[in-house]
């Protein structure tokens, strides 16, 4: 699809699903749970999730991308989201919040996130 033009993700999830799964990060805990008392549904529900992963639809990314990750997120562990990232090919940028988690950039982020849509939409900033 080639309306998405552009796209700004803050602390993006869905991402290697197999290993938020497997550590119960997020809301991927309760398929955790599941699977603790279904454990013979597990190729099941890991293929199932398959279809959802970003990281197997990266590739079809077209659109410039900005990026927020914090670095001690056990939510969306910044890890899991590199899995996509990596193999997105359009124009991409990546800003790490070491030291933040969940929240990501907060504030700070806005301004970059502003920059980012004045470049792509070819605004002049005083």
């Known amino acids: 699809d080639e309306r998405p033009w552009i796209a700004l ?5 869905n991402s290697y699903l197999e ?3 497997k550590h119960a990060y997020g809301a991927f805990s309760s398929v955790t749970e599941y699977l603790k008392i279904h454990p013979g549904h597990t190729e099941r529900a890991l293929e199932t999730l398959s279809y ?5 639809m990266a590739e079809q990314i077209r659109c410039p991308l900005l990026v927020s990750v914090g670095g001690q997120d056990q939510v969306c562990p910044p890890y899991c989201y ?5 193999r997105i090919n359009a124009p991409k940028e990546i800003c790490v919040y070491p030291y933040n988690g969940h929240e990501g950039g907060r504030s700070n982020h806005l301004e970059k ?5 004045a470049r792509h939409l070819q605004i002049q900033q005083n």
């Open 9 to 13: 993700l803050d602390v993006p999830s």
């Open 19 to 21: 290993e938020r799964v």
């Open 52 to 56: 959802f992963d970003t990281m197997n």
């Open 82 to 86: 590199f899995a996509s990232y990596n």
């Open 113 to 117: 996130k502003l920059a980012f849509l």
